[in-house]
């Protein structure tokens, strides 16, 4: 559950050793704080959107929320070791 002026912020990242990458966010606002973003992102720009994946509002209590998460990236030789972590925030 994520209230209504809360958000949820997911980040993969790929780790191994040294080496890190952090691939864009998936943003899940509650209800207030999703409309706030978006007159937040019509004042800002594309530029500020670009950053995340997807932003979603979140649903009621009870419902599931799919997110299909699709990132194309290099090819360095560190991530055939790698492991994904997934953090919130």
Same mark, same amino acid.
């Given at each position: 559950?994520?209230?209504?002026?809360?958000? /949820?912020?997911?980040?993969?990242?790929?780790?191994? *050793?040294?080496? %890190?990458?952090?691939?864009?966010?998936? /943003?899940?606002?509650? %209800?207030? %704080?999703? $409309?706030?973003? *978006?007159?937040?992102?019509?004042?800002?720009?594309?530029?500020?959107? +670009?950053?995340?994946?997807?932003?979603? *509002?979140?649903?009621?209590?009870?419902?599931? /929320? *799919?997110?299909?998460?699709?990132? +194309?990236?290099?090819? $360095?030789?560190?991530?055939?070791?790698?492991? /994904? +972590?997934? %953090?919130?925030?």
């Amino acid at each position: 559950m994520i209230a209504h002026n809360q958000r /949820l912020e997911i980040i993969p990242v790929l780790q191994w *050793k040294e080496n %890190r990458l952090e691939l864009p966010l998936v /943003l899940v606002n509650g %209800r207030e %704080r999703h $409309r706030a973003y *978006k007159q937040m992102c019509a004042n800002m720009g594309q530029s500020f959107v +670009e950053k995340n994946y997807h932003i979603y *509002k979140a649903m009621s209590a009870g419902k599931y /929320l *799919k997110c299909h998460y699709h990132q +194309e990236i290099p090819y $360095r030789y560190w991530m055939e070791h790698a492991d /994904l +972590e997934i %953090r919130e925030e």
